[in-house]
């Protein structure tokens, strides 16, 4: 059964540094996948998405990397500010977009720290 | 373009009390889903709409949960009776479709947060 995951993982920057949140997923078929970034008190925000049939994507100061052989995604900000100090989930659609369309499964979630 | 939203933000019951949370997606998207967060965790998936009618419930407890989107536009979610474990946040979330098939990212509410006495 799942944990009652009270102490996310957290990862601790410096203003100014690059972070790098990463994610394991267990599901083969899964083709597209997405991060999300939830603030407190508020609803999962879209950052950036990538399908399968790719290993890199990049947005505005982020990237994000997929590695389908060791089933492991990542997310990387480049430059963190305050403003980006939240928790960090990624989601995966492991029924693939053939097959029922977006049906996300979301990971545990890491909380990222921004110190002055 | 206004964002999903829901109501109430909060609500506080007894156990054994009911509730319901109201969704109005992002005017045109078809597919509409209701997530649970409990503290710590990532959200898990209830139940999903496209249009009007019910595309997954498999996570749904429904000797106490239901929840409809009769008109295929705003959405109920129920509770009845409530216990200690539902507590939680109910977030509400819309995608756009494609040829029957729902697309993109989701766009998700700020949620209901339920605590259940």
């Known amino acids: 059964g799942e944990s009652v995951g009270l102490h996310l993982p957290t990862l601790s920057v410096q203003e100014g540094d690059n972070s790098i949140i990463n994610c394991a997923y267990s599901?083969?078929?899964?083709?597209?996948f997405i991060w999300y970034k939830q603030e407190s008190g508020k609803g999962p925000q879209f950052i950036i998405d990538i399908r399968s049939n790719m290993d890199k994507r990049q947005g505005q100061r982020v990237t994000v990397l997929l590695n389908k052989t060791v089933k492991h995604l990542s997310l990387q900000i480049a430059a963190t500010q305050p403003g980006d100090s939240a928790v960090y989930f990624c989601a995966e659609n492991g029924e693939g977009l053939t097959g029922g369309g977006n049906k996300l499964t979301f990971g545990t979630g890491t909380q990222l720290k921004v110190e002055l | 373009e206004a964002g999903v939203a829901q109501s109430p933000r909060y609500k506080i019951i007894e156990k054994r009390q009911s509730v319901a949370f109201w969704c109005n997606p992002i005017s045109g998207h078809a597919t509409l889903y209701w997530y649970q967060q409990i503290l710590g965790q990532g959200p898990k998936l209830l139940i999903q709409f496209q249009n009007n009618g019910v595309v997954d419930d498999s996570q749904l407890p429904k000797d106490r949960f239901s929840a409809e989107r009769l008109k295929g536009v705003d959405s109920t979610l129920k509770i009845q009776p409530a216990k200690l474990e539902d507590s939680a946040v109910y977030l509400c979330?819309?995608?756009?479709?494609?040829?029957?098939?729902?697309?993109?990212?989701?766009?998700f509410g700020e949620g209901s947060r339920l605590t259940v006495l």
């Open positions: 979330a819309s995608s756009r479709t494609s040829g029957g098939i729902s697309i993109g990212e989701l766009f």
């Open positions: 599901n083969s078929a899964s083709d597209y």
